[in-house]
């Protein structure tokens, strides 16, 4: 079984930056389309953005221009760069690795953005 750990999350001001990781205990990132997905309290969880094993990235609407997917196979780790946060970004973030054969979640990792 895979596991997927976030790191990163905090606590940031308006207007600040951080950067999100994710990382694999084996090697799928390579072959995974992998998603960051985020969840505010009562709302549903929403896709921020994702990186095919090719290199194509999506963005969620009101990400783009904000955030950056990357990805570095050699080090199974997927990163989410945040610029310019706002308070509505305040969401647990996940990680998420999607192939036709496994479909795997990482726990979360709270991000706080206050105005």
């Known amino acids: 079984q895979v596991q997927l750990v976030e790191s990163g999350g905090g606590v940031v001001q308006a207007g600040g930056s951080l950067t999100l990781s994710c990382v694999a205990s084996g090697n799928i990132f390579s072959t995974s389309t992998v998603g960051w997905y985020r969840q505010a309290p009562g709302k549903q969880r929403e896709l921020v953005a994702s990186?095919?094993?090719?290199?194509?990235?999506t963005y969620g609407d009101s990400v783009k221009g904000r955030f950056t997917v990357s990805r570095d196979n050699a080090k199974n780790t997927v990163y989410l760069q945040m610029n310019s946060l706002k308070p509505e970004d305040t969401a647990v973030y996940y990680c998420n690795a999607d192939y036709i054969f496994y479909n795997y979640w990482g726990q979360g990792t709270q991000v706080t953005v206050s105005s």
């Open positions: 990186v095919t094993s090719g290199g194509t990235t």
